[in-house]
């Protein structure tokens, strides 16, 4: 089918269904109902038919979906068939955390390559990933398309310029730094300071309901 005509807000939520079903899958369900669904991944109901309904799966009343072939759809549409491979650059507190991540449970993007400036870290190996010297990022990034960004913010428009010049598509920006790249290239951007602070100032100003 042409994924283009999936809507972005949906597509983001693909892989947050992905995990699920893949795990309803391991457990040997074979059908699961947008009411299940909703309450695990936290989506309400309607929008989860309305993006299966993209993707033709329609859900019986009195017996859900069909899990296999959810899970069949996921698969190549998330192109869980072949596995993306994904640079890391600054082994930092955070960055040696997604190393130590175990990305590969559930998915198949794996880090299979890291950059660092300092010496002390270049030449080691951290979560089984080799940590390389930032100077050979040209050599090294091989083919790689996707970048983690976990350098000090000061330093990321620099590497962002050298990654774009080396041909990545995407960049995951960790870094509090807002970098600018060429149209056709996607950053997503995760400033964990930012979104803690936001969710400290909702549950100031913004108090949800308590159950009854
Ligand atoms: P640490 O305590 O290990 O320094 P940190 O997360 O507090 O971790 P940061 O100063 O944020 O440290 O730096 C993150 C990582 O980025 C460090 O490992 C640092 O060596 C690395 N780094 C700094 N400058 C560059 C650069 N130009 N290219 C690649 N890596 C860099």
Known sequence: MDQ?????????????????????????????????????VKVDSATIRRDFSYFGALGK?????NVEYLLGFFRSTLDQHEVTEVALIGVGNLGTAFLHYNFMKNNNIRIT????????????????????DIHHLEEKLDDIKVAI???????AQVITDKLVEKG?????????ARISVPKHI?????DLAVELQALVYFLKHYSLDKPE
Do not use: C, M, W
């Open 4 to 40: 283009n005509k999936i809507p972005q807000a949906t597509a983001k939520r693909l892989p947050l269904y992905y995990r699920f079903l893949n795990n309803l899958n391991q457990q040997g369900k074979k059908r699961v109902s947008s009411k299940e669904l909703s309450e695990a």
């Open 61 to 65: 009343k009195g017996y859900g979906y």
């Open 113 to 132: 390559t890291a950059f660092d400036a300092d010496t002390e870290k270049v030449g080691t190996d951290i979560g089984g990933v080799p940590v390389y």
């Open 149 to 155: 960004l976990t350098v000090p913010a000061v330093e």
């Open 168 to 176: 990545i598509s995407g960049i995951l920006n960790f870094t509090p």
């Open 186 to 190: 996607r950053v997503h951007h995760i």
